[in-house]
């Protein structure tokens, strides 16, 4: 469904920094919404029962899509300075060396 929104639209929408946090085991919290950023405007899809949520993305929360250090960079923002510290050193253990 987002791979048709980029390519009807040519935005660029990446899942939000919660969903990113969850992918690499930075957190056990479940999102209980979808939602994601967007190079768009922000809007909301009901599709079916589901409703999904698109927020205007910063640039920085877009710029490197869907690449592992693009998750880890909006996965950081959403886990906060507080715990930025410990989730860097799981991410150095967790990314490839090349990102």
Do not use: D, Y
């Not at 899809?45 to 960079?73: F, Y």
Request: hydrophobic share 40%.
């Amino acid at each position: 469904m987002v791979e048709a929104i980029e390519s009807a639209s040519g935005e660029v929408v990446v899942a939000n920094g919660a969903t990113k946090a969850k992918v690499p085991g930075l957190t056990t919290q479940v999102p209980t919404r979808e939602v994601f950023l967007t190079s768009g405007r922000a809007r909301k899809l009901q599709l079916g029962n589901r409703t999904i949520e698109l927020k205007h993305g910063k640039r920085w929360q877009l710029v490197l899509g869907k690449r592992p250090t693009g998750m880890a960079i909006c996965a950081l923002s959403w886990l906060g300075l507080e715990q930025a510290p410990s989730v860097l050193k799981m991410l150095r253990t967790k990314l490839p060396p090349v990102e």
